[in-house]
């Protein structure tokens, strides 16, 4: 990324204070998947649902970075993730 000039959001599954250490490669935000305290067979299960939230989570970042840039304001409607359908 950084070679290329290009920024970079990296979704991870977990993190620490170590994943800081990306900005070096260019990563400008990290956004973990896993966001509660469980079990590696508890994160594994949960792994689609745990990323489509991590994705929610960037979208609505990024979203209002691009209405910000715009001068809109930002409705809490817009960055609220209002759950899955399907379960």
């Known amino acids: ?35 509660d305290c469980c079990s590696r067979e508890e994160a594994i299960r949960h792994a689609e649902r745990n990323f489509r939230f991590a994705v929610d989570r960037v979208l609505a970042t990024l979203k209002i970075g691009l209405k910000a840039s715009c001068g809109e304001t930002v409705s809490k409607r817009d960055v609220t993730y209002e759950g899955d359908n399907d379960e």
């Open 1 to 35: 990324c950084r070679s290329a000039g290009v920024p970079c959001i990296a979704i991870v599954g977990g993190m620490d204070e170590s994943a800081c250490g990306l900005e070096d490669c260019g990563v400008k935000a990290i956004y973990p998947s896993v966001i």
